[in-house]
């Protein structure tokens, strides 16, 4: 039998048996959302073009940035040096000057909140979209606190600022696991932080965003994907609850802001979103009691499969971009990110970058896609895997809180062992035949004349980073850093929220590896439980 | 059993091409040793101590860190076979070869990654 990317037996076609609720009634705008979570989707407001940026130096990521807000980008990701931000090291640390070559290359080396101002130059922050970076669990604060804290300076109330945090348990526990990190569950305790500290002060801000693509693209299937996120945000929402700080309605408005993978799988991938919105609404009616319509309302970020685009004929992967980038919009997405075609080889060129950009663009204004909401509903096909997909996610959902939750299926590897099985099937699936891959294992012949190199930004960016922190430590109030840190300290080791006092160490312009320094004394580090 | 030991160059922390690796070339027979993210030395140590045939690199960064690697493990060990997988550049899969490092970039067939390093056992002095 044919199946689909997650595994759901295909029929050859399909009809009005094959369904069994549908989304006959059901109207854009309403729970449980299948048809979307708005009434008037694109023609009230097109999704936002959002794409991850960054390299090298703060002045690189800065004019990159710029560069793809004058393309049409409507919103903006900071992407950081994965052996500073992810880790929490600064420049001068012996794990990063061992490698100090690699600095710079897939991400911006931004050490303090100055560092974040440089990035920042010319652009208004009360009039963009911005996801300050801090994709990592242990970089969240930091990143947050440095972007609010620009604004801050700037004269902006924090009010006034929108935006989104990530702090992904998938990419920082899964997807992209760190050589130092603090433990899951203090990870889950400063999200809840970062929650209550938005709740607070910036009502404009989605704290954190679930992103199940660190997951689905470390292997996890789209079923695997979609129960996995609800997992997760169980624990966020659990956690809240205990300590009653936040009304729960208000933290599920918070937490219902998540990222999903859209891959090849065209159907499934756009079904896929229409089953997350549903799956949410009735989890917070069953599980919390919640109805409230703007916390049942489902948001969704959409970005490609990275995965899926290939080293080999890598022109090509503007095509698959182009498949994958309908999908999320067939499933109605809210903001998209399109892999750049380099994605295999470097992180995106200038051009690739303005061709993620173009791809949204040719969809948005040539395609006729943003006038009727829902497409794909009442198709007999799609509306049957989207129960399939609804009702296996739900099964899987139930699976990892059989194993104690999402952070014990992460603190004991359950979790990577299932992305490692499907990995290592895939690949050996591509190896046989079994699955087709066009230029790697189907049609391999190769006359395009363009050369992708592979884009390698700057080569100072160690160096400058530097001469940065050296001249940053000369001239800060040491005093006012030393009691800034022994201030986060102290929040870190008793039950205080630490976004205050990290609020207050990144104006002191303490520096990303002081407060990983913190961290690391507080928090020790996690084991990481991936079996070989 | 011949013995090989894995290791990541960079602190890019995406660890699942490196598994599917190590994986293969332990089901194919090698005894592999996962040493995870390192730097230069302490892959050098640890290719001395547990005496391998072969090292694997997955590699993420930059052409400089990785040549630095190869001449730490080539200054101590001058017969120890190499060779590398990884988001490896055309131009950077060139450079590696004038070292005499193959290399394996996305897309590359597990069998063949299998099949080199079998080749690199057999050119070895140990064997």
């Known amino acids: 039998m044919e199946k689909s990317a997650s595994g759901i037996g295909l029929k050859g076609v399909y009809g009005p048996d094959d369904v069994r609720c549908g989304t006959g009634s059901e109207q854009p705008g309403h729970p449980p959302f299948t048809r979307g979570a708005y009434e008037e989707m694109y023609r009230s407001q097109p999704w936002r073009i959002f794409q991850l940026s960054g390299f090298g130096n703060p002045e690189d990521e800065g004019a990159r940035i710029r560069f793809l807000l004058d393309h049409g980008e409507t919103g903006f990701i900071m992407e950081h040096d994965r052996n500073i931000a992810d880790h929490l090291y600064d420049v001068d640390h012996r794990e990063v000057v061992a490698r100090r070559e690699d600095v710079g290359l897939v991400g911006a080396v931004l050490l303090s909140v100055d560092d974040f101002d440089t990035v920042l130059q010319g652009i208004a922050l009360d009039e963009v979209y911005a996801h300050p970076g801090g994709g990592v669990v242990q970089h969240g604060p930091f990143a947050l606190a440095s972007y609010w804290t620009v604004a801050l300076e700037r004269g902006y109330q924090l009010q006034q600022l929108a935006g989104t945090g990530q702090s992904d348990f998938f990419l920082t526990y899964l997807g992209c696991i760190t050589k130092q990190q603090i433990p899951p569950s203090v990870g889950l305790r400063l999200n809840c932080d970062i929650i209550e500290f938005c709740e607070a002060h910036l009502p404009r801000w989605v704290p954190v965003s679930i992103a199940g693509y660190n997951g689905a693209d470390s292997g996890l299937d789209s079923v695997q994907e979609l129960g996995a996120v609800f997992a997760n945000s169980i624990e966020y929402l659990d956690e809240m609850q205990r300590r ?36 949410w609404s009735r989890l917070l009616r069953e599980r919390y009691g919640i109805t409230d319509t703007r916390a049942s309302k489902l948001r969704i970020h959409s970005l490609t499969a990275g995965s899926s685009m290939r080293y080999q004929q890598p022109l090509n992967n503007i095509v698959r971009g182009t498949i994958m980038a309908l999908a999320g919009v067939l499933g109605g997405t809210q903001s998209l990110g399109v892999s750049g075609y380099d994605e295999a080889i470097s992180i995106p060129s200038e051009h690739a970058h303005q061709m993620s950009i173009r791809v949204q663009q040719i969809l948005q204004n040539e395609c006729n896609l943003t006038e009727v909401s829902d497409p794909l509903g009442g198709s007999y096909y799609v509306e049957a ?62 006359d395009s004349p363009f050369v992708v190199d592979g884009f390698q930004g700057s080569s100072d960016a160690w160096e400058r980073g530097m001469e940065r922190i050296t001249a940053l430590r000369a ?7 030393g009691d800034a840190l022994k201030a986060l300290d102290l929040a870190c080791r008793s039950n205080g929220n630490v ?29 990481v439980p991936i079996r070989f | 059993m011949a013995r090989v030991l894995v290791a990541k160059t960079g602190l890019d922390g995406h660890w699942r091409g490196v598994l599917a690796v190590a994986t293969a070339l332990r089901e194919a027979g090698f005894e592999v040793i996962l040493l995870g993210m390192a730097t230069t030395e302490e892959i050098v140590a640890a290719a001395e101590q547990e005496d391998v045939d072969l090292v694997g690199l997955n590699v993420g960064g930059h052409i400089a860190v990785v040549e630095r690697i190869i001449e730490g493990l080539r200054a101590r060990l001058p017969d120890l076979p190499v060779i590398a997988g990884g988001t ?35 050119e070895s002095t140990k064997q």
């Open chain 1, 244 to 279: 009653g700080t936040v009304p729960l309605e208000r933290v599920a408005q918070r937490v219902g802001g998540i990222n999903l993978r859209v891959g090849l799988d065209l159907f499934e991938d756009a079904a896929k979103l229409r089953a997350a919105r549903r799956i």
């Open chain 1, 499 to 527: 976004m205050p006092p990290m609020m207050d160490a990144v104006a002191s312009r303490a520096t990303v590896g002081e407060i990983g320094g913190v961290f690391r004394a507080a928090f020790g580090d996690w084991n």
């Open chain 1, 385 to 446: 895997l989207t129960e399939a997909l609804d009702e296996r996610a739900t099964t899987f959902t139930s699976e990892i809180l059989e194993q104690g939750g999402f952070v014990s299926a992460l603190d004991s590897g359950w979790l990577h062992g299932v992305a490692a099985e499907n990995q290592l099937t895939e690949l050996r699936d591509i190896e046989s035949g079994a699955k087709r891959i066009v230029g790697v294992n189907v049609a391999t012949e190769d």
């Open chain 1, 475 to 481: 001239e800060r109030d040491s005093h006012r850093t």
């Open chain 2, 88 to 122: 490896i550049a055309p131009w950077v899969v060139e450079r590696l070869a004038e070292l005499g490092v193959p290399s394996f970039p996305p897309g590359s067939r597990l069998a063949d990654v299998v099949t080199a390093a079998r080749n690199a056992v057999g």
